[in-house]
């Protein structure tokens, strides 16, 4: 059965790459092999129990029915105290939405947003993720090329990529796959050359707390009204508080903007899984245990990069920045390529097979060449990891 009549826009969609590298691994631990998976996106700690807890108290006070479509008005309320509280933002609890995890804010902020006609342009690298939507869509994707500024956007880079058909930017910092994090004077003036040029900024900011000092951490949430009623902010709870399984995220936008993406989402999924709501909302008013258990997390992501990083750019044919945020290491490997490996896709394709270690290709993210390794996982498995293909590039 192979002729079903699949949409246009499906059609053109790829699926996505990093959960295909995901399949990998796990297919290849199902058939007995000793994997070490470096592709997830996800951390490798559990939801803390303070949470649970949470949420298991949603369940006990009956919250098992449907809740208004952007949210439990104490979600709202949560979060626009918490950011009040630790970024200084002033947004109204009306502008915060809930979502099944940062995935559907992007696809809410987007299909509210975007035409057919219009212009999206998306720094290369990118998350998986962007062009598939804008695709979805039906738009454009204008790519914009960041090496020569180490993979860091910049306002001129966006000057220079803005035409008359551009409605929306859409940026990521932390950044995955390559770690980098835009300092909070840039993304002003990224967001200040996008309003000039009527140009909407959506700001993935899914890997907030994971910055390692001396970046800053910034949420464009704390942008003044003038500037922040071109932002969405999209964020998750998926990384932060190790919750991907749970789904739960949200949008941070003006009142117009929240009220068409809540029309959209009031006939895809209504909102997300209500008790899940409640435990985050109580979460966030926990703000001390939820930073402390943050800042935790942070700590042991730290140090498995100051241990990764040095030990990679050891290794033949590897090169290696330090990331500033997230939990990837960003990889070029386009020194090896040549006679026996054509591309960074051949080498993902010869550590799986001779070291059974399993990473990301690049191309996935628009930069072939490069191979992601995330560090979401122990220090121990990173450690074998690099034994393993130090064997194989000496
Ligand atoms: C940059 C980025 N944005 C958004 C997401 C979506 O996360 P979720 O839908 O689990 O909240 C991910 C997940 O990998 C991500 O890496």
């Known amino acids: 059965m192979n002729n079903f009549p699949v949409s246009k826009t499906v059609a053109k969609m790829e699926i996505s790459s990093t959960l295909k590298a995901g399949q990998i691994a796990a297919n290849l631990r199902d058939q007995g092999f000793d994997v070490i998976d470096l592709t997830l996106g996800e951390p490798d700690f559990q939801t803390p129990e303070f949470i649970k807890e949470y949420a298991w108290e949603g369940l006990q006070k009956g919250l098992t029915k449907y809740t208004p479509t952007a949210g439990l008005k104490t979600f709202q309320e949560s979060i626009a105290e918490f950011y009040a509280q630790q970024f200084n933002t002033s947004f109204l609890p009306t502008e915060v939405i809930a979502t099944d995890g940062g995935k559907q804010a992007l696809f809410n902020a987007v299909c509210t947003l975007i035409n057919p006609s219009d212009e999206v342009l998306i720094p290369k690298p990118y998350w998986v993720t962007f062009p598939e939507i804008v695709k979805f869509v039906g738009a454009k994707s204008v790519f914009i090329e960041t090496e020569k500024t180490d993979f860091v956007l910049t306002a001129q880079q966006v000057k220079e990529a803005i035409t008359p058909k551009t409605k929306l930017l859409m940026v990521n910092s932390p950044n995955n796959p390559t770690g ?215």
């Not at 709870?237 to 995220?249: E, N, V």
């Not at 191309?363 to 122990?378: E, K, Q, V």
Request: charge should be neutral; hydrophobic fraction near 40%.
């Open 180 to 394: 980098r994090v835009i300092s909070p004077l840039e993304m002003r003036k990224i967001v200040e050359v996008c309003a000039e040029n009527d140009v909407y900024v959506l700001t993935d900011e899914c890997y907030l707390f994971f910055v390692y000092s001396p970046a800053k951490v910034f949420t464009s949430a704390s942008l003044p009204d003038e500037l922040r009623k071109y932002v969405c902010v999209a964020g998750s709870f998926s990384k932060t508080y190790a919750m991907t399984g749970w789904r739960i995220g949200y949008t941070i936008a003006g009142e117009e903007w929240s009220k068409q993406m809540t029309k959209l989402q009031s006939h895809s999924t209504s909102h997300p899984t209500s008790f899940v709501q409640y435990a985050c909302a109580r979460a966030m008013e926990n703000r001390e245990k939820s930073i402390e258990t943050v800042s935790s997390m942070l700590g042991q992501y730290k140090k498995r990069r100051d241990w990764l990083i040095p030990a990679l750019q050891k290794i033949n044919g590897f090169k290696c920045e330090m990331p500033e945020g997230a939990f990837y290491a960003f990889v070029d490997v386009r020194e090896m390529l040549g006679d026996k490996f054509k591309t960074s896709a051949d080498v993902s394709d010869y550590l799986l097979r001779e070291a059974h270690v399993v990473v990301t290709d690049g191309a996935g993210f628009g930069a072939d060449g490069f191979l992601r390794f995330s560090y979401a996982t122990s220090l121990e498995n990173l450690k074998n990891a690099v034994e393993k293909m130090k064997c194989l590039f000496t």
